[in-house]
C-alpha cells in the first residue's frame, strides 16, 4: 500500500507536469485578454527596449573593482558600512506576499524570528514569505499560476515551461521603470552588470529583475597542493599535457584518481573541460543567422572522445562514470585531485577542507594559448512582479532595490548577517554569526533580489588567487548565441534535449559504444527537438537583427 | 516455541542406544553445518546492521573523519551531536515534529475508521447502493487526478493552510478498501448468521464479531497508512503556505535538498563552519526513522500475520 501511495504521487508528479504544460497556453490567452504579442512581435520589439543603464554604486570601494567585462570586485576585509537608506523603503505600504525557492534549512517563523520581525521593521511593511524547496519549486509554481492567485513578487525559475506566456501575460511590465536611466531610480539595481539583463526581456519589455550571477561560471578546481607534492605542472600547455597531469595524480593502488563523474556522473565535468580547449561553441553558435548546436560540431565529437580515451587511461575514479560519487569529500581527502563546480565552490572548498585549492585554465588543444571559458548563467532566476497599479509597482521596485544593496552597505550587513550583539559579532573585523543567528539568518532573501556577487572578504592570498583566474579567463568567455533570444522549445525540451545527448555521451565514454555512434544521437537530438529549438532560435535573430 | 524433544532410539543392532538431538521434530544438524549456518546467518545481518550503522555513525562523525573516508564512517572516532545539535536548534524541527505526530495519528484512525467502514459495507452483497460505490472506488484506483485539479479541488474547499488538506486528499486509498473488503468477505457467513439471530444489529456485528477476526489486516493497513503520512510531504508543499504547519519530512527535506544537489550557489560569507553536509542528512535519516522504528516492533507481530492472510488455507 505504501507502494502504492509513492506510485500516485509520482503519478501526479508527472500528470501534474503535463497538465501544467497542456493547460497554461489556454488558461494564459484566459487571462491576458487581448493585447497578447505573437512571437514575431515579440522579437522586433525586443531589439527595441533599452536595457537598464549600468551604474556601478561607488561610495564603497572595493579593494579590487570590478571589470564592465565582468570579473568580479574583491575585498580583502570588511568595509566599514554607510547606511545607504535614511527611512524604511515601504513605510505605511501594504504586506507584500512573496513566493520564492529555499537552498537552505527552513528558518524559524516570524513569529518567533527576531531576526525577521527586524526585517520588516527596517523594511517598513510585513514580507510574507512562502517558501519552497528548490527540488518542488516548479509543481508549486504551476499549482500558483493554476490558482490563480500570485504573490505580489515571486521567483519564476528557469525551467518554468512557457515562461515568456507566463512573464508577458501574468506579470507585470518593468519597462518604463526601469529601461534606460529610469533604473537610476533604484541605484542598487542599476548596480547590477549588464550581463545580468537581456535575458529579463521578454516580448519587447523587461519583466523581470535579475538575481545577478557572475559570467565566470564553472570552474574546473584541482588540488593545487597535491600537484605540488608530485612535481608536476599545475598549468598544462595542451591537451597532452593536461593528460600528463591527470596520469602524474592518479595512482591507482593508494586510491588516488584525477577526475570523477561530475556532479551528473556522466563525464560531462571532463567532456565540457576538453571541449574548451578545442573550443566548442557555448550551446549555439549563430553564422549569418544560421544557429549551430554545440552538439553538432566536430569538436564537440573530438571532446566526446578524447575523454574516453582518459577513461580507458584509467584517471577516472572506477565509479565515477554512470555512479554519482561524494565528490566534494573525495576532493577534500585526495582521492579526487580535480573537481568541477560553480566558481562560489572556491571558498567553500577551501574553506570546508585543509587542502589548497587551485583552478586549471583550459589551454588550446594544440598549445599555443588558452582556450575558451563558457560563461555562466548571469541570474539565478527572475523575480516577476503581478500586475498592479504603479504605485504598488514602484513600491515592490524599492522593495527590490532595499534587497539588493551591496557589501558595504549596513543594510547588507543586516541582510546577511542579522543585528549586530544577536545575530552576529564582529572579531578581528568579520562578522562571526552567533548560534541564533546561524538559525534566524536563513529567510531567503538572496532569491528575492541580491547584489552582484564579490570575492572575498576573505584573506588575501586567496582573494588574489581567484582574481587572478578571473583575469585570466574572462577576456576568453564565449557567451551563447541564443543569450537573450527566446524559445519556448528551448525551455519546454531544454531538459530531455539536454538528456539524449548526455546519455548518449555516457555510453561512448563508458566504452559501449564506439564515438560514430555520436551522430546517431545528435540525429536523434535533432528529431526530438533540436531543430525546433534551432528554428525558433533563428527567427528570433532574424526579427532582432 | 520450538520443543526440543531427546528421545531414544533403539536401533535392532543389539539394542545399543544413541541419543539425538531432535528440534520440532528434525534431527539437528551435525557441528560444521550449524557453522555454515551461522555465518550465513552473520553475514546476512550485517548486511542489514552496517548500512544501519553507517547511519548513524556518520551522523555523530566530524568533518575530518568524513573528509577522510570519503563519505561514509562506520565508527565515529570523536562522537559529537553537532549535526543533532544544527537540526534542533530554533525549534523548527520539533516543532514540525509534533506537527507529523499529529497528522500520521489523526491520519491513520480517520483513514482506518473510513476504509474499515467502507469496505465493511461493500463486503456486504445486498448493502445501499452497493454497485455504484463499489464501481466508484474502482475507478479512483484507476484513473487519479492530477496535481493541479487536486490542488484547485483542495483550494476551491477552503483547505489550503489547513492541516485538513494533509489528511483528506488521501484518506481512503481505494486499494486499501479493496483489500480489506476481500479479507471481510473471507469471514465465514455463519458467523455473521449466528450473531444476526442472537439479534445483533449491523454496528454490533462489526464491531463485536468482525473486527476482532480482523486485527491483522487492520495491523497492516494501519501501518501501511501511518507510514504514508508520516513520509508525505508533496502535498505540504503544494498546500501548507504557513511553514509553521509543515510536517517534519517538509523540513527536512530543506536540509536534504541542499546545495550539494544543484551545484553550489553561493557560499556562506560569514564562513560559519557547518557540521558536515553528510553529517546533518544522515542526523535527518536517523531522526525521521526513529519514530516508525518504535512503533514498528509492536505491530511487527500482526503485520507478518497479515501478509500470510489467504497464503495457506486450511
Not at chain 1, 297 to 307: F, N
Not at chain 2, 98 to 105: H, R
Amino acid at each position: 500500500m505504501s507502494d502504492m501511495r509513492i506510485s500516485r504521487r509520482r503519478f501526479l508528479e508527472v500528470t501534474g507536469g503535463l497538465a501544467a504544460v497542456v493547460a497554461a497556453p489556454s488558461l494564459l490567452s484566459a487571462c491576458g485578454g487581448e493585447g497578447g504579442t505573437s512571437p514575431s512581435d515579440a522579437a522586433s520589439a525586443n531589439n527595441a527596449v533599452r536595457l537598464p543603464t549600468y551604474t556601478p554604486w561607488d561610495q564603497v570601494s572595493p579593494d579590487l573593482p570590478a571589470t564592465p567585462e565582468g570579473v568580479m570586485a574583491g575585498f580583502y576585509s570588511y568595509p566599514t558600512p554607510v547606511d545607504a537608506f535614511s527611512s524604511p523603503p515601504l513605510a505605511g505600504a501594504e504586506p507584500v506576499e512573496i513566493l520564492t525557492s529555499l537552498l537552505g534549512p527552513l528558518p524559524p517563523a516570524a513569529g518567533d524570528n527576531a531576526y525577521w520581525q527586524e526585517l520588516n521593521t527596517r523594511v517598513g511593511t510585513d514580507l510574507n514569505l512562502t517558501m519552497t524547496p528548490q527540488a518542488d519549486y516548479p509543481n508549486k509554481l504551476a499549482t500558483v499560476f493554476a490558482g490563480g492567485d500570485l504573490p505580489d513578487i515571486m521567483l519564476i525559475n528557469t525551467t518554468l515551461a512557457n515562461r515568456s506566456d507566463v512573464l508577458t501575460r501574468l506579470c507585470a511590465d518593468l519597462t518604463e521603470f526601469l529601461s534606460g536611466d529610469a533604473v537610476n531610480e533604484y541605484p542598487f539595481l542599476a548596480n547590477i552588470p549588464a550581463d545580468s539583463w537581456p535575458n529579463m526581456v521578454y516580448g519587447g519589455g523587461i519583466y523581470a529583475v535579475p538575481i545577478p550571477r557572475a559570467v565566470v561560471g564553472t570552474i574546473f578546481f584541482s588540488r593545487a597542493d597535491l600537484i605540488a607534492e608530485r612535481g608536476l605542472n599545475p598549468e598544462p600547455a595542451d591537451f597532452a599535457e593536461f593528460r600528463e597531469l591527470a596520469e602524474g595524480l592518479t595512482d591507482a593502488a593508494n586510491n588516488r584518481w584525477a577526475f570523477g563523474g561530475g556532479d551528473t556522473g556522466n563525464g560531462k565535468n571532463v567532456i565540457t573541460f576538453v571541449g574548451n580547449m578545442l573550443g566548442v561553441p557555448n550551446a549555439w553558435k549563430e553564422e549569418g543567422g544560421a544557429f549551430t548546436s554545440e552538439h553538432e560540431t566536430e569538436e564537440r565529437k573530438e571532446a566526446i572522445a578524447r575523454t574516453a580515451e582518459l577513461v580507458q587511461a584509467g584517471v577516472f575514479h572506477p565509479d565515477a562514470i554512470g555512479g554519482k560519487l561524494q565528490e566534494r569529500e573525495l576532493f577534500g581527502n585526495g582521492t579526487l585531485a580535480f573537481r568541477s563546480d560553480g566558481y562560489a565552490g572556491w571558498d567553500i572548498l577551501a574553506d570546508t577542507y585543509p587542502v589548497e585549492v587551485g583552478a586549471v585554465q583550459a589551454p588550446k588543444f594544440d598549445g599555443g594559448g588558452p582556450g575558451v571559458v563558457r560563461a555562466g548563467a548571469t541570474s539565478f532566476g527572475y523575480t516577476a512582479f503581478k500586475k498592479a497599479d504603479p504605485e504598488r509597482i514602484q513600491q515592490l521596485l524599492a522593495l527590490c532595490n532595499w534587497l539588493a544593496a551591496p557589501l558595504g552597505t549596513s543594510e547588507f550587513m543586516f541582510r546577511k548577517f542579522g543585528i549586530e550583539g544577536t545575530h552576529y559579532t564582529m572579531e578581528n573585523g568579520a562578522p562571526v554569526r552567533t548560534a541564533q543567528g546561524d538559525t534566524e539568518v536563513k529567510v531567503p532573501l538572496e532569491y528575492v533580489a541580491d547584489s552582484p556577487h564579490v570575492l572575498g572578504p576573505r584573506d588575501r592570498a586567496r582573494v588574489d588567487a581567484q582574481r587572478a583566474y578571473q583575469e585570466a579567463a574572462i577576456p576568453n568567455i564565449v557567451r551563447s548565441a541564443a543569450e537573450g533570444l527566446y524559445s519556448d522549445a528551448s525551455v519546454n525540451k531544454g531538459g530531455q534535449l539536454t538528456k539524449i545527448a548526455d546519455d548518449g555521451a555516457l555510453e561512448i565514454i563508458a566504452g559501449r559504444q564506439p564515438i560514430e555512434y555520436w551522430d546517431t544521437v545528435v540525429d536523434n537530438w535533432r528529431r526530438q527537438g533540436g531543430d525546433e529549438v534551432r528554428a525558433e532560435l533563428e527567427a528570433a535573430f532574424a526579427e532582432a537583427h | 516455541m520450538t520443543d526440543t524433544i531427546i528421545r531414544d532410539e533403539r536401533r535392532g543392532d543389539g539394542g545399543r542406544a544413541r541419543r539425538q538431538r531432535m528440534i520440532a521434530g528434525t534431527p539437528q544438524p551435525g557441528l560444521p553445518v550449524r557453522g555454515l549456518k551461522g555465518i550465513v546467518l552473520l553475514i546476512a545481518c550485517a548486511l542489514v546492521i552496517l548500512p544501519f550503522l553507517a547511519v548513524v555513525s556518520t551522523s555523530l562523525a566530524d568533518q575530518q573523519q568524513v573528509t577522510e573516508a570519503g563519505g561514509y564512517v562506520l565508527w565515529p572516532e570523536r562522537p559529537n551531536l553537532d549535526a543533532y545539535r544544527a537540526i534542533l536548534s530554533g525549534g523548527v524541527v520539533s516543532r514540525a515534529l509534533m506537527v507529523s505526530i499529529g497528522i500520521t495519528v489523526a491520519g491513520t484512525a480517520l483513514s482506518l475508521t473510513c476504509v474499515t467502514l467502507l469496505a465493511y459495507s461493500l463486503s456486504r452483497a445486498g448493502s445501499f447502493l452497493h454497485k455504484p460505490i463499489l464501481l466508484t472506488v474502482l475507478f479512483t484506483l484507476f484513473f487519479t487526478p492530477g496535481m493541479i485539479p487536486t490542488y484547485l479541488t483542495v483550494r476551491q474547499l477552503g483547505l489550503l493552510d489547513s492541516y485538513w488538506s494533509l489528511i483528506l486528499p488521501t484518506m481512503v486509498g481505494a486499494f486499501q478498501v479493496i483489500i480489506m473488503r476481500a479479507f471481510f468477505q473471507e469471514i465465514p457467513g455463519e458467523l455473521v448468521d449466528a450473531a444476526r439471530i442472537d439479534g445483533a444489529n449491523e454496528l454490533q456485528i462489526l464491531t463485536r464479531i468482525v473486527l476482532p477476526l480482523s486485527k491483522a489486516v487492520i495491523a497492516v493497513i494501519g501501518l501501511f497508512n501511518a507510514v504514508a503520512y508520516w513520509n508525505a510531504f508533496f502535498n505540504a508543499v503544494l498546500y501548507i503556505n504557513d511553514t509553521e504547519k509543515w510536517p517534519l519530512q517538509l523540513v527536512l527535506r530543506t536540509y536534504v535538498v541542499d546545495n550539494a544537489a544543484f551545484g553550489v550557489d553561493t557560499a556562506d560569507i560569514a564562513g560559519t563552519v557547518m557540521p558536515p553536509a553528510q553529517s546533518l542528512q544522515m542526523a535527518i535519516l536517523v531522526i525521521s526513522l526513529v519514530p516508525i522504528a518504535l512503533v514498528y516492533p509492536f505491530l511487527q507481530r500482526h503485520f507478518a500475520k497479515g501478509m500470510l492472510i489467504g497464503a495457506v488455507k486450511g
